[in-house]
């Protein structure tokens, strides 16, 4: 079955420094998504990607999808406390009305 | 907006107990609705897919028989862990979408954490 494999599992980052994590799937997808999960809280939405090289930002979030539509990336431009959490990609196969979540990057911040 | 209400937040019961979670989307119509189990600080493990008026779909290794799921309204979603045991405490979480559509974003709940004593 579709497998999406996500790293790093953890970084630990000094508050103004960059973070990236970086999602992979063995199958072609339809589209991504990106969750926010808080410690003790459930998984926000963040953005969805469809198109083949797409890049979308918000503030000082950089959301990538692959030309293959296999891969996609979420940069963090200088941190901030406020971003501690785990991130989830979860994968759309184009065949399944489904999508399967990444393991998650979790990201601590060192203020 | 899109709005997800889990109840309850948390229980404890003793083995042997069947336990019922319930689901809504306050704002919405969720045609489609998720449920996931979610381990300490692993990912989100979806158990079923709940379309409002119909079985449910349930994944590889999920026991039917088990984890009920009914989704009788476009508000409402219920997930019934039968007889319990301590192996069924976990994190359970549902999510969902406000339309047919593959590309509609979840929303989730805030989450069920179940002990099984």
């Known amino acids: 079955g579709q497998q999406v494999m996500q790293i790093p599992q953890y970084q630990h980052v000094q508050e103004g420094e960059d973070f990236t994590t970086y999602c992979n799937s063995s199958?072609?997808?339809?589209?991504i998504q990106w969750y926010k999960q808080r410690p003790g809280g459930h998984p926000v939405f963040l953005i969805q990607l469809v198109k083949s090289g797409e890049v979308k930002k918000q503030k000082r979030l950089t959301f990538q999808f692959g030309e293959a539509k296999k891969n996609s990336s979420l940069h963090i431009t200088a941190t901030q406390t406020t971003d501690v959490g785990t991130y989830f990609c979860a994968g759309r196969n184009t065949n399944a009305g489904k999508s399967t979540f990444g393991d998650g990057t979790t990201l601590t911040v060192k203020p | 907006g899109a709005v997800v209400s889990q109840h309850p937040s948390w229980v404890i019961c003793k083995s042997g107990t069947s336990v019922k979670i319930e689901c809504r989307s306050l704002?919405?119509?969720?045609?489609?609705m998720f449920w996931y189990r979610q381990f300490p600080k692993q990912s989100l493990m979806l158990m079923a897919t709940?379309?409002?008026?119909?079985?449910?779909?349930?994944e590889q290794g999920v026991e039917k028989d088990k984890f009920l799921i009914n989704h009788a309204s476009l508000t409402l979603s219920t997930l019934t862990v039968t007889s319990a045991h301590p192996e069924d405490s976990s994190f359970y979480i549902c999510?969902?979408?406000?339309?047919?559509?593959?590309?509609?974003?979840?929303?989730f709940g805030d989450g069920t954490r179940l002990s099984i004593l």
């Open positions: 199958t072609t997808l339809s589209n």
């Open positions: 709940s379309n409002e008026g119909s079985k449910a779909t349930y």
């Open positions: 704002d919405f119509q969720a045609t489609t």
């Open positions: 999510s969902a979408i406000t339309g047919a559509s593959s590309n509609q974003p979840q929303h």
